[in-house]
């Protein structure tokens, strides 16, 4: 299967939505929503924002359904 390296990420505080590319070789922690500010983090037991509020998954929890290191 394909890694898909885009997705959407969904501001729970404004609604905002945005398409924004993952990195690849590590997670991302931290996210700046550019409407409102708030500063997204993740959920607990997921490792990064995408996994949390985007629409696709990050690209080490697609590739190996674990996430990232």
Known sequence: METVLAS???????GHRKKELMPTTACQFFYDCENCKE??????GDCCVFCSY???ACP????????CS
């Open 8 to 14: 959407t990420i969904t501001c729970p505080k404004c």
């Open 54 to 56: 985007g629409t696709v």
């Open 60 to 67: 080490p929890v697609q590739q190996k359904g674990d996430c």
């Open 39 to 44: 500063v997204l983090r993740p959920k607990e």
